[in-house]
């Protein structure tokens, strides 16, 4: 069996490893998944566009995912297995490979695709046959994709263990510099600053927020019109935003109402560092979480109930590190680098080989 690793967007394969062999970065999980499954890795790159790749990308991925789904869809057979990170790439090769009766087995890693655009094109390219196995981390999407496609639990399965580098974010001791104490933050993928800005600019405290992700933008809605003088946002590089985590006396990652995973590589990494966290609660793991007494949940959009809870764990050092000890815990034990690479590994080699059915 033939293993591929399909990504959105082209990278530095060979700088990713050096700086992450170097420390200078985790470690890419799904680098060293590709590596013990002796996988080829696949990002557009040079792809040569067509009319067809940019009315596609109207609906769904952009136009050189597309092209790149066209040129793999003449090379790949039944003797390959396929893993796409994301619906965004995954629905293009889906499309295009998973058709073929002796096409290779897909399986896709699906974040948010029970919107408008998302439900046509799960229709519109019949993947509820060219997909093999989906994968996600909310028990909603499941739901969503079970009844919408009218498939069973062999088809579409939760995975809920995160990646997380326990060799690069671990604990530490905060800066000996740090004058007051530090509500850190970070991520763009559905953030509510404002709801923290509210909650912490009144206190005696530093809010300091990593404003950088690499899946999301900022919106108009994000960060408040003026942000207060105890609040800073900038981009942390990830030396730098490891240092964030242990400077920080307690870590809030606000949110604003949604329905799938945003915010959980930010959360497992604070954790990972040991630190006690509060998050905007929401389905699926998060919620689980909370239930479970390892985070603080506060309601969406409430900044007087988020600066209560900010103000319990500040008054109660000792509370606080029951949690940061609970999430810590976790982390080493389900949530970390080889576990998820492990199941993974399990999921895919586990594919049956399935006759396509044409629809």
């Not at 789904?69 to 057979?77: F, W």
């Not at 073929?100 to 655009?117: A, N, Q």
């Amino acid at each position: 069996m033939n293993y591929h690793i399909i990504f959105c967007r082209a990278f530095n394969i060979e700088s990713t490893q050096q700086d992450s062999q170097a420390g200078k970065c985790p470690r890419h999980v799904l680098l060293d998944l590709g590596q013990q499954l002796g996988a080829s890795i696949h990002y557009p790159e040079g792809e040569s566009i067509s009319l067809i790749d940019r009315m596609r990308a109207k609906l769904v991925g952009m136009p050189e995912q597309w092209a790149m789904a066209r040129r793999l869809s003449k090379q790949l057979t039944s003797e390959d297995t396929v893993f796409c990170v994301s619906e965004q790439v995954g629905f293009c090769i889906a499309a295009l490979c998973g058709g073929k009766p002796e096409g290779p087995k897909i399986t896709v890693f699906i974040h948010h695709t029970d919107r408008p655009r998302g439900r046509v094109a799960l229709k519109l390219f019949h993947l509820a046959s060219r997909v093999d196995l989906y994968l996600t981390q909310s028990q909603v999407k499941v739901d969503f994709l079970r009844d919408y496609l009218h498939l069973g639990e062999d088809r579409v399965q939760l995975f809920t263990v995160q990646h997380t580098d326990t060799q690069f974010f671990y604990p530490g001791s905060a800066r000996s510099d740090k004058s007051r104490r530090v509500i850190g933050s970070g991520g763009l993928e559905q953030r509510d600053y404002r709801t923290l800005a509210a909650a912490t600019q009144d206190l005696d405290v530093d809010v300091r927020i990593c404003a950088v992700s690499p899946d999301a933008k900022a919106v108009g809605r994000t960060f408040p019109d003026v942000i207060p003088q105890n609040m800073a946002c900038r981009f942390y590089d990830w030396q730098e935003l490891v240092q964030l985590y242990r400077d920080s006396d307690v870590f809030v990652i606000t949110l604003f109402d949604h329905n799938y995973q945003g915010g959980i590589t930010t959360l497992f990494e604070a954790m990972a560092c040991r630190r006690p966290i509060i998050m905007t609660r929401t389905p699926g793991m998060v919620e689980g979480l909370i239930d479970s007494g390892i985070i603080v949940g506060v309601t969406p959009g409430n900044p007087s109930e988020l600066q209560q809870a900010i103000v319990n764990l500040l008054n109660n050092p000792k509370q606080a590190e029951v949690y940061a000890q609970r999430g810590y815990d976790l982390v080493l034990k389900n949530h970390n680098h080889n576990a998820y690479i492990q199941t993974l590994t399990t999921k895919l080699e586990s594919l049956a080989p399935r006759k396509k059915v044409l629809v």
